[in-house]
């Protein structure tokens, strides 16, 4: 099983501060990778997904990829209380044709008001 | 779209009972994806299917988990004898082959899964 790695918190941020997420992965072969959001007691859902190395930004979310160093950040910018969540770092490995999506363990993010 | 549909949403039973948990993907979708959340173990893939055929199963615990997908719009995850340790959250996903959002996977509410 390939693995992916991301830090289980909690990581509390200030109300209005940016919140900053990494996730680093083993498996040079990843060609996708995704941030999905889950509140407490309900299913995952995606916010965003990068193929390319450098950043991609959706709102107030910017994913950002590094490949070389292995690694894909979010950064949630104006924190809001309806943040609050653990964050999902997904990554799939499109080549070899294996359709896997390997998920992290998860960040809990808390957004102090 | 109604969404990716589990059944139970919850269910409770004693251990060395079968459990049976249900699936019903997203019409047009070609995947459909099994996973399993604990707190220790984070979100494990279970099994795979695309078309209807098993891909992977490397991620079924033991031989006590099957996983069947008759046709392309229904699939069970059965667990037989259940067992205390699998108490957890399980939950079916699907995704469809080529999408702008790259095989995003979208998840079914869950099924809570209780063994006493």
């Known amino acids: 099983q390939k693995e992916v790695e991301q830090n289980s918190g909690p990581l509390s941020v200030p109300e209005g501060a940016i919140a900053s997420l990494n996730c680093t992965y083993s498996d040079r072969g990843s060609q996708s990778f995704f941030w999905y959001r889950q509140y407490s007691g309900k299913s995952p859902e995606l916010i965003m997904f990068i193929y390319s190395n450098g950043d991609k930004e959706d709102g107030r979310f910017t994913a950002q990829l590094n490949k070389a160093s292995q690694y894909v950040s979010l950064l949630i910018r104006d924190s809001q209380p309806s943040d609050s969540a653990t964050y999902l770092c997904a990554v799939k490995n499109r080549l070899n044709r294996d359709d896997k999506i390997i998920f992290g363990k998860g960040t809990r993010l808390h957004i102090l008001p | 779209d109604a969404g990716v549909i589990q059944s139970p949403r919850h269910e409770v039973t004693e251990m060395g009972q079968e459990v049976t948990l249900r699936c019903k993907p997203i019409?047009?979708?070609?995947?459909l994806f099994w996973y399993r959340q604990t707190m220790m173990r984070g979100l494990e893939l279970l099994i795979y299917?695309?078309?209807?055929?098993?891909?992977?199963d490397s991620g079924m615990p033991e031989d006590r988990f099957s996983a069947k997908m008759p046709n392309a719009s229904f699939s069970t995850l059965k667990i037989q004898p259940s067992e205390p340790r699998d108490s957890a959250v399980y939950f079916c996903?699907?995704?469809?082959?080529?999408?702008?959002?790259?095989?995003?996977?979208?998840f079914g509410e869950g099924s809570w899964l209780t063994v006493v």
């Open positions: 019409s047009g979708h070609d995947y």
């Open positions: 299917f695309n078309n209807n055929v098993p891909i992977d």
């Open positions: 996903a699907s995704s469809p082959r080529h999408s702008l959002s790259g095989n995003t996977i979208y």
